[in-house]
Each structure stands twice: as structure tokens, then as C-alpha cells.
């Protein structure tokens, strides 16, 4: 496990993502309203692509005729067959105690703090007056 | 710095490799025009005025949609859609890409969702299917040697038919017939006689791939509301088909008639054949045409692609459905591009040995449809 330094903390858009590879494993990064998730790009169901999917809504209900609309963009889904997994946890809805898909921690650090180490910048140039997403692998 | 672990992948994987080093034959591989406008080149000028002063007639229920695709575009994974344009298995370079080179597929049988043979006017669907053989066998077939065609056929016509697939007869790209399954009759009635005389002569299968609008409900217990409905009762429709085929005595004037029913699942299979066994051995005097038990008929005449495969809530209850069925009767499809599509490495998820998945994933196909 390393501290691995993948994006400067403007470079992802609220509700934007960056596809990033970390010792080998493909991990997407989420902008999530100014917080960050990171999930492996991989779904449990059949090996897709999931961090390609599209960020949805829970729709949810209390019985038939009533539905809900609630965190908007904090639901991702798979491009192939649509199981849809919780960004901050990288559980799945429809078989949360089975199916996750996992997730890793996400900090954002400031430059200053970052070139006293010991983290790992890949090829990544560090300037100590930004700030950085750093996840741990 | 404490190493926090996240989750962990929980659901178990089957090892991909061994079936990765496996040829596989797909046999529901869907390719797709460009635009309608891709089949113009191979139909008379008459049709292109008459396609732009009247269009086409189909009996679809709903004004402007079509009943199938409702969960993603184009009824397609998100991740299929061409880079160079196009819709989702419109190019085949991607096809390769995407499918027939990372699966390692050594043939795949193409299954085209348009058809003439639910356009109202014959004359119309007849110069539809020929285009659209023509067109696959140009742009597909002929550009790799992998990708088999099923010979499209205005099937509510039966002579126009007939000569449709014999215009193709002998040709190696052409490896089935297809049919639409939501025909304005089951299709095992006896207009449909002759197409299942020439398909049988000549030794190709009947390809009876979901497919087609004929103004009545997927489901003989009405309109459904709601796709979830739908994707299964598909599978329902392709049931009263196989039972059509079955009692009507198809098999016992053509037995050497090969029907593959593809997407439909295959664990109804023996149930249906059971309660069907059970019916004859009282009912037999209705149908005396019947010289054998109806399963043996399934167990003869009918084989099943694998997509999309049951996912049981353990993956052995899947193994007993296959002893049921017969191991020789179930051909492994992905559906590619479509958004149910199944990963050969991933579908599944209980051990087969060496020699089962050589059965599922290609011979059986290469004995129904001939290959090499």
C-alpha cells in the first residue's frame, strides 16, 4: 500500500472523472460535488469496463404510484448491463452484501505537504502551491 | 500511514484462462446498417421513391418507438458505439476490435434484428431481404471469414422464400435461415411448410432469433407494461414457438430439420418437455401425427444459444439444468453489441471441465451449422 499522487485537485470537474492506472490496476477517480471516490474499473458481474458508465440517480420508491429521484450523480452504472454501484462505497444496490466492487481512499493534499514525502508521483510534477488527489493503493 | 483496504472484489470469478486458450463459435454476433440508406444500392429505383413517398408498414404497436430498445441506446452496451460513427456494430474494424479478435472467436453467426419479412407489403419485405443478403454478404461475410449470415427471408411468403434461399444455396457465408419468432402465425403451421422443406433439403437450421412485430402482444397475457416484463416474455413467445413447431408435426415431416432458438434461455426447456410428455401420454388421439414423445422431438430438432445465461443463486443449479437439456444442445452466444451481452471468460460462474466447454462453446455449434 502507497500513497500515489493521480490528478491536481482542479484537473477533475464536479461530476467529472479521470481513468487512471496504479501498479498495474485501472482505477477510475470521481469528482462527486467537490469530494472524491476512486473505484476499480472493473465490474464484479462480468469484467466491464464499469468506470466507463454513465453517473446516475437512486430512483427509489415507497410502493406503486410514488417514486424518488435522490443522489443524483452518486450512482454508477454499467455500460453492459447496467448494475449500478454507490461511488463512495463501491457497493452494489440490487446485491449489496455479495457484489462490490472495490473502492480505494481518496485524500486531496497540498503540494507543500506532498514534496516532503513519501509519496509516489508517478511522472507527476508537484508545484507546492496546488493542491493534489491522492489515493492509496 | 494506516493501509486502509477498501472492498474487495466479492463475487468469485471463474478463472478466464482456460477458456480463454478456447476457439470459440458465437452464434449471436449482431452487425447493423449504418443507415436504412445502406441497402438502397442493392433494391430497385422503384423502391427508393416508394421508401421516401410511403415508407415502410410494419405492424408496430407503439407510434415512435420500437417495443425493444428501452434500457440503453440502441439496445447496446455504452462502450459499442463506434469510434468512427455509426451505431453499435455498424463497423465491422470495431466488431474485430471489440469482439472477434480479444475473444479469440473463430466464427460468428450473425443475426441481423431488420427483416422484410414483418413489412406488410410483400413485394416490399421480398426486395428487403435480398438487399439486405446482398448487403451482408458484401460488407460482412466476404470482408471476414469468420462472420457467417443467415439468409434473411420474407417468411409470409413462402415462395419468395424458397427462391430467396436458393439464391443463396451452397454458399458458405449463408449458414441458417432466419425467421422473425413474432410471426402473424406460430410458426409451425403448415404455410410455413415449404421454407422448412427447402431449409432441411439443403441442410441449413432455422435461425429463430427474437425478432419482429406482428400487432399482437410479446405475451398471450397482453400489453405489458413495463421492459422487465418484456425481456422475459420474449422467452415466453419463443416457448409457444418451439411447442407450435413441435405439435404440429414439423419435425416428423422434416426430421432432419435443425432449429436453433436463440436468446431465449434454455432452462425452461425441460420443464416445457416434461409437461408436454405429460400432455401427449393423455392427449395422444389429438395428434397422432406425433410418432414420438414431444421432448424427443426437442431432443432431436431444437437447439438453444446460452445468452443471456441464467445466473441461479448458485451457479451449480445451472450444471443440473444442463444435465437436463443435454449438453449437446446448448450453443454459446455473447449477443455483442447488445446490452445483456455475455463475456464467454465471465458467463457461467460454475467449473465446466475441458471437454464440456469445447461442447458449449464450439463444437456443438460446428455440428449444427456445418463448419469446418
Known sequence: ?????????GEIPPGGRKLVTVRGREIGIFNQGGAYFALLNRCPHQGAELCKGTLIGLATSRGPGHFELTRRGEMLKCPWH??????????SWCDPNDTKVRAYPVTVISGEALVQGPFIAETFPVAVEQDYVVIDV | MTPQDGHTIAAAAPSPTSRARLKLIDCDVHHALRSSKDLLPYMASRWHSHLEDFGRRRPVPFTAASPYPKTAPALS?????????????SDLVFLQEQLLDP??????MLHLL???????NQDLGNATCSAINDWQHEHWTQKDRRLKAAIVVPGEDPPATVREIERWAGNPDFAQVSLVTHAIEPLGRRRYWPIYEAAAALGLPIGLH????????VTSAGWCSYYVEEQHNVALSQQNLAISLVCEGVFERFPALKAVIVEAGFVWVPSVAWRLDQHWARMRGEVPHL??????YFRRNIWYTSQPADEPEKPEYLRQSLDW????RLLFATDYPHWDMDSPEQAFKFRMTEAEQRQVFAENARAVYGLA
Open chain 1, 1 to 9: 500500500m502507497a500513497r500515489h499522487i493521480v490528478a491536481s485537485a
Open chain 1, 82 to 91: 447496467g448494475w449500478e454501484y454507490d461511488i463512495r462505497t463501491g457497493q
Open chain 2, 77 to 89: 452496451r455504452t462502450d459499442s458505439w463506434p469510434p468512427n460513427g455509426g451505431p453499435p456494430g
Open chain 2, 103 to 108: 475473444y479469440n472467436i473463430e466464427y460468428g
Open chain 2, 114 to 120: 431488420m427483416s422484410g419479412m414483418d413489412e406488410r
Open chain 2, 210 to 217: 427474437s425478432s419482429g412485430n406482428n400487432g399482437h402482444a
Open chain 2, 291 to 296: 410418432t414420438m414423445k414431444p421432448s424427443e
Open chain 2, 325 to 328: 437439456l443435454g449438453w449437446d
